[in-house]
């Protein structure tokens, strides 16, 4: 039978040493358990590990834990039919971060939530996003006719779904067969209000809306992008 008297762990190595009494002083390592687990791991792969422990979901994914935010959402948000200008109001919609009175208040850097129009502020209309893009007086002709429009697409097989303002400016609305066409009318209507209600302070008009989604169509027709089709005159 072999005696064996374990010694202490050599601090240098991390080795555990198992000393032959029937051999004198000869000692045996042992790599403990933990040490050949970590021999047969790659640095990638400990890597990867850490970054998946480290990665936290988005806010907004959290706040709206029922939506398939990669799967659908982040999906619309990076479609081929969109400039990369409409990509980047979406993104800052989506993700909390577009300019708004009602973030600003919450951050100390505005003195109250009120839209500055003077119509809303009337009416003590508090500026955030869904009133930004659809409720404000200056866009809200605008929003009602494209909302119809969008409403129309989705509504291909079967009744229109109940979605909210936020659901449609937030890309959040169910799957449908024209996912184009609505991205490309929701992101280039947003893109506009950005353009001439929050940049220029004008008035959206419907006619506005209708004129720069007939050119951008014909801009898509141009170049290496998935097509999209409307019926004649339905702009």
């Known amino acids: 039978m072999l005696r064996v008297k374990v010694s202490p762990v050599d601090h240098r190595s991390g080795l555990l040493f198992v000393q032959n009494l029937a051999q004198g002083d000869r000692l045996i390592p042992v790599i403990p358990p933990h040490r050949i687990i970590l021999q047969s791991v790659t640095t990638k792969a400990i890597y990867t590990s850490r970054m998946t422990d480290l990665l936290v979901p988005p ?31 979406c993104y800052t919609i989506i993700h909390g971060l577009f300019k708004n009175r009602d973030r600003l208040f919450q951050q ?9 129009n003077q119509a809303c502020k009337c009416s003590d209309m508090v500026e955030s996003v869904e009133h930004i893009f659809c409720l404000c007086y200056r866009v809200r002709t605008a929003w009602l006719w494209l909302r119809a429009k969008v409403t129309e697409l989705l509504s291909d097989q079967g009744p229109a779904p109940a979605v909210s303002n936020t659901d449609l400016i937030m890309l959040m609305y169910p799957k449908c067969r024209r996912e184009a066409e609505v991205a490309f009318l ?9 353009k ?20 951008k169509v014909e801009q898509i027709s141009s170049r290496a992008a998935p097509e999209i089709h409307f019926p004649l005159g339905w702009l």
């Not at 939506?67 to 990076?78: A, C, D, E, H, T």
């Not at 929701?186 to 950005?194: H, K």
């Not at 001439?196 to 050119?215: F, H, I, M, W, Y």
């Open 196 to 215: 001439e209600v929050t940049g220029k302070q004008k008035e959206l008009l419907v006619g506005t809306v209708r004129g720069v989604l007939r050119a």
């Open 186 to 194: 929701l992101c280039t209507f947003m893109e506009l209000v950005d």
């Open 108 to 116: 100390g850097r505005a003195d109250d939530i009120l839209c500055q």
């Open 59 to 89: 806010k907004v994914e959290l706040r709206f834990p029922l939506v398939n935010f990669p799967g659908l959402v982040y999906s619309r948000m990076n479609h081929k039919v969109l400039e990369t200008r409409q990509k980047d109001v």
